[in-house]
């Protein structure tokens, strides 16, 4: 079985604290992203990554940069956590050309 | 206008009912359709592929509707346990990593 891992589940931050988000895959898969989840909005990428040290920009980067430096991790950082970013994130990952993607439990992030 | 659209619910549907719904998506270009569950607080995950000649498994049927650019999900014999969100999910032609996700529609079974 497939297997994304999450660092967190739950995490607590202050406005303008640094945040990382890690996210670990065991399938040697190529594509990794990051989503934020939010009621009504559904899934929206804000990073993804097709190989190491490749990454590109989803449909919300901004307040958002994105690390890959080994195959099977991909973190996410928040540089200045702002209480907008307070919302669900999901990191997935997936086979290239493929297009099933598998899901980490996900980090529920609150920003006060 | 949405790319990707669904009704939210929540569907209120008595166990052992039929019970279906759709998703309209903008892109006509769009080649790969998908539906996934998540349950309150979990990951999505794939419940079934949609198929341009439509397909089914078990409970679930799954038809894809190019014409008028929506797909649908339809679930017989409803069991508690299908009470869950459906995203209905659509990959487009140029878009070779990204999905676009719908918001999900509620469905909530009960005895």
Redesign the interface.
Known sequence: DVKVTQSSRYLVKRTGEKVFLECVQDMDHE?M?W?RQDP??????IY?S?DVKMK?K?DIPEGYSVSREKKERFSLILESASTNQTSMY?CASTLSGA???Y????TRLSVL | RKE?EQD?GPFNVPEGATVAFNCTYSNSASQ?F?WYRQDC??????LM?VYSSGNEDGRFTAQLNRASQYISLLIRDSKLSDSATY?CVV?GKDSN???I????TKLIIKP
Do not use: D, T
């Open positions: 594509n992203f989503y009504g909005l559904g899934l929206r990428l993804f097709y590109e989803g999901l297009n099933i993607q899901f980490g439990a996900g | 990707v939210p790969s998908f607080r979990k990951e999505p995950k794939l592929s995203l990959r990593y990204q999905l996700w719908g918001a999900g």
